[in-house]
């Protein structure tokens, strides 16, 4: 694995009495597309800002390009593309101007990929932003964050406002970004199937703190549904016997959630292996049956 | 940045419980049993697999990365991937067999809930093989 551009280590934040992030440690390779899926509420917002150093950490500590988030010199600070999810457009000025304005202040800007992106999103340049549509403003918003080729590209729900044939297109052309081997991308999303053709990582949040951050390919290889069907009706203290028999045959299966009904049960397991089957058919004395859960049925077993 | 239209090869689910690369690994490895492949067959790159499907390029650089530890892909310079030119036409039966065992296994779970006895299942799938000849 390359080295990580990002590094958050511990990380915390509180605000007044509210914990909002709590240990959270996380790294992001060069290279790598990590999607972000949490509920509303759940930290994806602040742990972004926090990340990028807009908010200081009130614990542990968090690095981009090795250099510390929120003391970062301004030549790190010209490699991050940024694009909030509550975009900071001006009203009165045009994208064009827009555009104009952030490629002086950033120094430079690439051109072709911004006048490519324009045409391809249908954008138009030269009317006051506040004529623009929801999608659009999201489109110029994502286009200035782009637009002078950063190393570490990072979108707070960049598709919310788009419909389908956008956010089509607009998944394409950030796998075009993310094709360059030097780039990495962060983007959080509430469309959970964005995030399986788009992501090579997950991490998914809840309650500020982070309970899975790794491959999706794994992520969705680990994550099985059990369906067992026993010879006889099982008892009612089955999901204790079951949780002890299923962690014995693999030591670190964790049991997401258990339901027992007569002699069938049905059971969520993360860290899930293959070779614990055979076993477990035999400790049982069931068929068992594995179903694989595509991503937004594991999220929302991650919160049952 | 337009590529040609191309009939898609493969058939790919991402929000599958099946990871990509997953899918693509069977599916190459039965196209190949089949004979459907043939030696010599290129395959699409990995950026117009992705592009095609607007998936991540990295989990179809790992299914091929994969097929080609297994001998069945080979990779040429500056040209597409090939089916490997070293395999026979076709596998043989056991291993044919192989390729299909998970979705046999599946089939004959869904038949005993349904009370199907092998009798009435085999008819049954003669009867849909014979119709898709």
């Known amino acids: 694995m390359s080295e990580p551009v990002v590094i958050a280590q511990n990380l915390g934040k509180a605000i007044g009495r509210d914990t909002i992030l709590r240990d959270v ?98 954008l138009p340049m030269d009317r006051p932003v506040q004529k ?151 400790a049982l004395e069931a068929d068992i049956e594995v179903e694989s859960l595509g991503l937004e049925d594991i999220f929302i077993e991650f919160h049952s | 940045m337009e590529s040609p239209p191309t009939v898609r090869l493969f058939t790919l689910h991402p929000t599958s419980g099946v990871p990509i690369y997953r899918q693509l690994v069977d599916q190459v490895r039965r196209l190949v049993a089949s004979g459907q492949l043939a030696p010599g067959t290129e395959l699409p790159s990995v950026r117009e697999v992705a592009s095609e499907y607007t998936v991540n390029p990295t989990t179809i650089s790992k299914a091929y990365s994969l097929l080609e530890g297994e001998g069945l892909l080979q990779r040429n310079r500056g040209k597409p991937m090939t089916i490997a030119s070293s395999r026979q036409k076709s596998g043989s039966l056991p291993q044919r067999l192989r390729q299909i065992e998970p979705q046999v296994e599946a089939l004959v779970l869904a038949a005993r809930q349904l009370d199907l006895d092998s009798a009435e299942l085999c008819h049954f799938i003669g009867k849909k093989m014979g119709d898709a000849s």
């Open chain 1, 132 to 282: 623009l549509s929801g999608g659009e403003r999201q489109k110029l918003s994502t286009l200035l964050a782009l637009g002078h080729d950063p190393e570490l590209l990072v979108l707070d729900e960049p598709v919310a406002a788009l419909d389908p044939i956008s956010r089509r297109q607009f998944l394409q052309e950030l796998l075009d970004i993310a094709a360059n081997p030097q780039r990495t991308v962060l983007f959080s999303t509430h469309i959970v199937s964005d995030l399986e053709r788009v992501a090579d990582q997950i991490w998914i949040i809840r309650g500020g703190t982070i309970v899975w951050a790794g491959p999706l390919d794994h992520l969705k290889e680990s994550v099985a549904r059990l369906h067992i069907t026993a010879r006889q009706p099982l008892p009612a203290t089955l999901p204790t016997t079951l949780r002890a028999t299923l962690s014995a045959a693999v030591p670190r299966l964790e049991v997401l959630s258990m339901r027992v009904a007569g002699s069938r049960a049905t059971a969520v397991v993360a860290h899930w292996d293959e070779a614990a089957l055979a076993p477990l058919r035999e």
């Open chain 1, 25 to 122: 440690t996380v790294a992001a390779a060069r290279g790598s597309v990590v999607g972000i899926i949490g509920k509303n509420g759940a930290g994806k917002t602040t742990l972004m800002d926090v990340l990028l150093g807009f908010s200081p950490a009130t614990s542990g500590s968090s690095q981009l390009f090795g250099h510390d988030s929120f003391t970062l010199p301004g030549q790190i600070r010209g490699r991050i593309g940024f694009a909030p999810q509550q975009d900071e457009l001006v009203n009165m000025l045009t994208g064009r101007q827009h555009v104009e304005l952030t490629a002086a202040l950033l120094g430079r800007w690439n051109r072709a990929l911004a006048s490519r992106l324009q045409g391809a999103w249908g």
